[in-house]
């Protein structure tokens, strides 16, 4: 019998107005699992990722977080059936965001940013809330910075700290939006290596990225989105070296005529 998936997305649909942004996406993210979305800018990927922590009300289909739905009282997906903020904030509570542009409270420490939405959205004791701030701060390195406000941190610290305040909440599954992609190049670096480690020690997390060699080495699966819909998925290796459509093969083929974004040592080493 096969353990219950963390998230699920059956059939998920999503509309600004006139504009079908999502059109039947189906994806199973199960414990252990990177799955990584890529695709061309406006094929849906961080509205999907929004619409799995009901971020962005989704319109068709149903979004399931550890086999309960999330959003609605029912399936039907009118605005008199969507659930209270409260109950939407417990049906995702396994889940934690990062996001691209940091979102750090200005007036704010470092500690005291990680230490919020604890003490705020959990109810966590503050002296908890501290230690947990505290051990989250050291496993993205930036214990000594704790003091520190935002406004004196590089961009990668400052994603850093946004991944430490996702890691407090003590997830089962972090969703990801593009973390190195508001980042001067140098910067990048540093936020990839604190995600590579997260993967090492077994986080699961579903992420947006433009980074297609960062895809090829983190992910244990590839979903290629297009114009709102799921293309193609599959494990990195088989996806970037033998894509199966026209319009994944377009998408790749700029990065495969710059080796040192990737290259096949890259994708043999994912």
Same mark, same amino acid.
């Given at each position: ?8 997305? &059956? ?82 509570? /396994? ?13 704010? +420490? ?68 593009? /973390? +190195? ?39 244990? &699966? ?24 026209? &319009? ?9 005529? &710059? ?12």
């Amino acid at each position: 019998m096969h353990p219950q998936p963390i998230l699920e997305l &059956r059939h998920v649909g999503k509309s600004f107005a006139e504009n079908r942004v999502l059109a039947e996406i189906n994806l199973t993210v199960s414990a252990g699992e990177i799955v990584t979305l890529i695709g061309p800018s406006g094929s849906g990927k961080t509205t999907a990722l929004r619409c799995m922590n009901f971020l962005e009300a989704y319109d068709e289909g149903d979004v399931l977080i550890k086999g309960q739905l999330l959003g609605y009282s029912s399936n039907s997906r009118s605005l008199k059936d969507r659930d209270s903020a409260a109950l939407i904030a417990e049906v995702r509570r /396994p889940l934690a965001m990062v996001f691209q542009q940091f979102n750090l409270w200005p007036h704010m +420490t470092v500690l005291e940013n990680v230490c919020a939405p604890l003490i705020l959205g959990k109810k966590t004791p503050r002296d908890v809330a501290r230690k947990k701030a505290a051990q989250a701060l050291a496993q993205v390195g930036m214990a000594e910075k704790a003091s520190v406000r935002p406004a004196r941190l590089s961009g990668g610290q400052q994603q850093r700290v946004g991944i430490a305040r996702a890691l407090a909440l003590e997830p089962e599954l972090m969703l990801l939006d593009e /973390p +190195t992609s508001a980042l001067d190049p140098e910067r990048v670096e540093e936020v990839q290596d604190v995600v590579k480690a997260l993967a090492s020690d077994g986080m699961t997390m579903v992420m947006v990225t433009h980074e297609m060699s960062f895809a090829a080495k983190i992910s244990s &699966r590839v979903v290629f989105m297009a114009g709102g819909s799921i293309i193609e998925s599959g494990a990195p290796d088989k996806l970037f070296r033998q894509p199966q459509t026209d &319009r994944l093969k377009n998408f790749l083929a700029p990065w495969f005529k &710059r080796p040192l974004q990737l290259d096949e040592r890259e994708i043999n080493d994912a």
